[in-house]
Each structure stands twice: as C-alpha cells, then as structure tokens.
C-alpha cells in the first residue's frame, strides 16, 4: 500500500489519490461533459466506457481540457422540489410551499409499536476532529491529521502514527465487497469532514452525487441517511469553517435528501417523522426558519396521517408519549400545530446534545458541542438558553430524545447525566496519551454517577419483578423509554471502568484497578440482568443499531475478567459472552452493520475460545 490515506471512491481503491493534493482529477464523465463532443447523454456515456470502463467510480488518467459549459442534456436533473438549489450562493431558502399542497397516503393498518431512531453520529469540531472511525473499531484516531489538514498536504502513513484507512476497515470489519467500504456510514463521516472543511465543490460534485443515486435505488442502509442527517446539522455549529461553507453544506445536504424523503412519504414507517425532524433541525442551526416551519408541518402532518400525535406534559407521565386520534377530526389542530413545533425543537436540541456526547464517549473523540476542546461542557451555553426558553417553568417537562431511544427524562436528570458523560469522554481522551492518569479521577466520576442514579424519582426507576411480555406490548414505549435509561447509565459506567474494546492503544487501563474493575463488572452484571432480558423480549424488528452498541459494550467487561477467573467463573462467563453474541446474531437481519459488533467482539475473546 502507498503513504496516502485513501478514501478511495472507486471500488479497486486508488492508492494514490488524495482529497488533500492539488493536483486533483476529474472523473472520466464530468470530463467527457465538459468537451460536449462525442457524448450520447448517458452515465456514463459511450466514449467514457470506451476511455475507462470503471469511469462511474474511476478517475480519469490525466486532467481535464478546459471547460467551456455543460451540454443541457448531459446536465444532472435540477430538483423541482423545496428547498431550491441554493449551493452556489450559500443562502437560505425562499418562502417553501404549503404543507396543504401535499398529498399524504393513507397508511391503514400500520403497527403502532415505536420504532427507535437510529443513532445520531456525525460532528465536527474543526480540523481536531476532521477524521472519525466508526465506534466499533479498536485503534483511535490520532492528531496527526490536523497538520496535514491544514498544510493541505496528503498524509503520510507511519507506523508509530498509522491510522485506519477505508482499506484497513474492509480487513477488519470483513466486509463483503469493496463497494461497502466505499458507502459504509462511518466511512461517509469522514468523508464527509474532509470534504467540508476542505473543498465543499469536492464533497458536493464526487460524493454525495454517488451516495444519493445509492440511496435512490436501495443499496445503502438507512443508517446512513440518518448519519449524514445529524452530521448536516453538526456541521452548522463549526466555528472553524466560514458561514457561506456552513450553509452550502446544509443547502446541499437539503437539495438531496429532500427529494429522497419525498420519496419516502410514498412508504412512510414510523421513523419517518423524525427524518422530517432531523431536517428542521439542520434547518434551525442556520436559522433559517421557514425550512423548519416547512419540514416540521410536514412531520406534524404525517404523524396524524399515522394515527399518532403527542400528548400534553399532563397526560405524558402515566399514559405513555403518544395516543391514537382520528386523523379526520382533530379540534385542537392549532393546539397541536403548537405543541409539535415546541417539542420538535427540544427534540431537535436534545438529540444534538446528548446523543452527541455518548457516541462521542464511545469513540474517544471531543464532543462537538463544547465550547473549548479541553472544557467539559455538554450542552452548549447558547442551546441549554434556547431549550429552556421553550418553557423554562416546567422543569420537569418530559422530552423523547430520538437518539437514544426515546429516553423519557425531565431536565435536571438528563443535563446531569449528559454533564457526567461529557466528562467519561473527556478523561478517555486523556488517556490516549497519557500513561499515568490520576486513578482518583476515576473514582470521584464512579461516585458521581453513582449519586446521580441513586437520586432518581421512583418513576424512573425499574420495577422490582421484570414485566410481563403482555404489560411490555401495553405500555411498549414506557418500557423503552425507561429501560433504554439504565442502559444508558450501566453503558457509561463500563466505558468509564473499561479501555479493552473501543480503545484499544490508550495509555492507562482503569480495568487494571480492582477498584474499577469491581465498578464496571457491577455494571455489566446489572446490565445482564435488569436490560439484557428486555432487548430479548422486544420484537426483533423493533431493534435498531442503538440497541446493539448498548448490548456490546457490557461484553468488554466479561472479556476482560477471563484471564482471571477460576475455571467456574470462567465458565459463567463464557456462558453469557454466548447469550450476548447469541442475541446480536438474531437481530442480525434487522439491524446494520451488527455482522461488525459481532466479528469485533470475538476477535477480543481469547485464541483459544474464539471458535466456541
């Protein structure tokens, strides 16, 4: 392999180019476009096969004549839907059309059951963060790339500083084909930071053109959209790219993935409201105020039209979020016109926020959202002001937050656990380069989230005797909601006590301490106990990637406790290591990229028990 990092475009890879260099090379079919002659309107056309046979993916060998237009035939079609192409000149968009205008399709017979968003990823805090690697990998990520980036040179892989290239993941991860590297949704996050920060022409012309007509015709996860959705909204908040940048990107992200979710009203699911949302909120961070009010009336429309809509803060806490209603008569249409824009919003913040700081936990990496890379603020001041100001008396105002599974918490509860993760993140950075971390640190964060568990109301607390499959079907997003909390807690717990997994090269392992080790094993074996039966009873339809980071990372701690355990306790363990792998290749089928977690989780296991 060559000294570059690819990020190959090409299913065969293409060693030697670089987003970086200049001397960048057009594909074969913007080139043949370019000269007019010769080009019978096809992608890619006659001359193109003839000049390259891999021109879709490929680039050309030498660079392109000098342009003098675009052939109208050859031109890529102009989307006729709101938002309008606005890329060029990086401004909001004009007054969008009436979501009266829009007709809806009926959805008889729709399961009501809730269906998890899947799991928000995608941030950018300038070139400190400009790569990211997918949670489920070992090696972090390292700062040697901010250089590179910003001599806008390529980068020279060297063994003391080697990162993980699209190359590497295909080995690791096993993927089938190298056109999953290409279109893996954690490689379209680094992409994606690359292309922004660096050339947005690049980003907006090579990639997202090919990623869309995949996701056009099927051939990407879902997953992706929702990365590439949350990530258009991350990219707004960058203070380290200029607003004309910032607003290009979102305008392109709109251009595109408006005319998918068109499409997608044709068969909307349950999560389709919330692609809506996710649209209005990367509408909101470049306060552009008409395309939220458009995207939200559409959201609020289609879960009527789904027989579903929010409830008041009254009836929330013992009824469960949501209620059928008769999407014919609703006498308090305005009432829910209001209500739905102000809980979207929270929504919108919440799901940046928090979610933000658990995945970035996960990953090893800063949370976008901080203010400063060393500060440990989860929320930013500005956004923790605009929640509030929604209705800064309810304190207690119950919120779903989409990316972690309709957690249904007031805002004391979850600002605080979202403080106590920013700073679980915080000290695993630490950690990467530091080999002699103060051990106390670790403590005094175990006995703070250990205080903030021990002071939740009884309504949030599990039950004594574990429900009932049928109590579960009654009051399924009750369960959800609560259950997806402890995971949340016990997940961050173990990532707090445990380096094994998802930080596999960092210099100090808390684990070694009996003290910590005790703590995250104790978190595993409640995770075991108290979650594990939950996510076994729920449908398998109704797991999404969230759920199985969640039953992952309790594994860690098992993994570790085998090379120190009598012959029965290694014995028990192995035994539940099985339950764990047995549940992730069940829902194998429903859930993305689970064959990873999977294939990661026993590559950690001991030689000798890793074809048990």
């Known amino acids: 392999m060559s000294q570059y990092i690819v990020f190959s475009l090409e299913p065969a890879g293409t060693d030697s180019y670089s987003p970086f260099g200049r001397r960048y090379r057009q594909s074969s079919c913007k080139r043949c476009r370019a000269r007019k002659k ?299 016109d209001e209500d739905l824009v102000r809980e979207y919003k929270r929504r919108v913040y919440w799901s ?46 119950p919120i779903i937050i989409p990316g972690i599974n309709y957690t249904l918490m007031g805002y004391p509860y979850i600002t605080k656990l979202a403080t106590l993760i920013a700073k679980v993140s915080e000290l695993r950075i630490q950690a990467q380069d530091n080999a002699a971390m103060d051990i106390a640190q670790y403590h005094r964060l175990n006995a703070e989230l250990l205080h903030w568990y021990g002071a939740l109301p009884p309504q949030y607390r599990l039950p004594d005797q574990y429900p009932a499959r049928l109590e579960i079907d009654t009051r399924p997003i009750h369960y959800e909601s609560l259950y997806s909390l402890h995971s949340y807690y016990y997940v961050t717990v173990i990532l707090l006590n445990c380096y094994n997994l998802f930080l596999g090269s960092v210099g100090f392992h808390p684990e070694k301490d009996p003290t910590c080790h005790k703590v995250g094993f104790q978190a595993a074996e409640a995770f075991t106990t108290h979650c594990l039966p939950y996510y076994n009873t729920v449908s398998e339809q109704y797991h999404t990637l969230s759920t199985v980071a969640y039953v992952s990372i309790p594994v860690t701690m098992y993994v570790v406790s085998l090379s120190d355990t009598t012959p029965e306790e290694r014995k028990e363990h192995m035994a539940t290591i099985n339950r764990y792998l047995a549940f992730l290749k069940r829902v194998q089928a429903n859930c993305s990229h689970t064959d990873v977690f999977i294939r990661v989780l026993q590559s950690q296991l001991p030689p000798d028990l890793q074809d048990n």
Request: proline share 8%.
């Open 352 to 397: 940046i926020a928090t979610h933000d700081n658990l995945i970035s936990c996960l990953m090893g990496i800063s949370s976008a959202l901080t203010t400063e890379p060393s500060c440990v603020n989860p929320i930013n001041d500005t956004l923790i002001e605009r929640i509030l100001r929604c209705d800064p008396s309810e304190d207690h105002y």
């Open 38 to 336: 010769g080009c019978d309107g096809r992608e890619p056309c006659q001359k193109c096969v003839s000049a390259n046979t891999a021109c879709e993916y490929g680039f050309s060998k030498r660079m392109p004549t000098k342009r003098h237009g675009t052939p109208l035939h050859c031109s890529p079609p102009i989307p006729s839907s709101f938002p309008p192409t606005t890329v060029r000149t990086a401004t909001c968009c004009t007054t969008p059309p009436s979501d009266d205008s829009i007709d809806f399709p009926s959805v008889p017979g729709l399961a009501l059951s809730p269906v998890s968003t899947t799991p928000l990823a995608g941030w950018t805090d300038g070139p400190r963060a400009a790569v990211h690697s997918s949670p489920i990998l070992v090696e972090p990520l390292v700062s040697f790339l901010e250089a590179a980036i910003r001599r806008n040179d390529p980068i020279v892989l060297r063994p003391e500083t080697a990162t993980l290239t699209s190359v590497a993941v295909a080995q690791r991860v096993g993927l089938k084909s190298n056109e999953e590297q290409i279109y893996n949704p954690f490689l379209v996050i680094s992409m994606i930071t690359i292309f922004v920060n660096q050339q947005t022409r690049i980003f907006r012309d090579l990639y997202l053109q090919r990623l869309y007509r995949k996701l056009k015709a099927g051939q990407i996860p879902p997953l992706t959209l929702n990365v590439l959705l949350a990530f258009a909204a991350s990219v707004a908040r960058s203070h380290d790219i200029g607003i004309s940048t910032r607003k290009a990107a979102i305008m392109v992200y709109y251009e595109r993935a408006d005319k998918l979710l068109m499409g997608e009203l044709d068969r909307p699911t349950i999560e389709t409201p919330y692609l809506l949302l996710l649209m209005a909120g990367a509408s909101m961070v470049v306060d552009c105020n008409e395309t939220f009010v458009y995207y939200s009336g559409l959201s609020k429309r289609l879960l009527i039209q789904l027989n579903i809509h929010l409830t008041d803060a009254s009836t929330t806490e013992s009824s469960g979020t949501y209620t059928t209603v008769d999407p014919s008569h609703n006498p308090n249409d305005e009432l829910l």
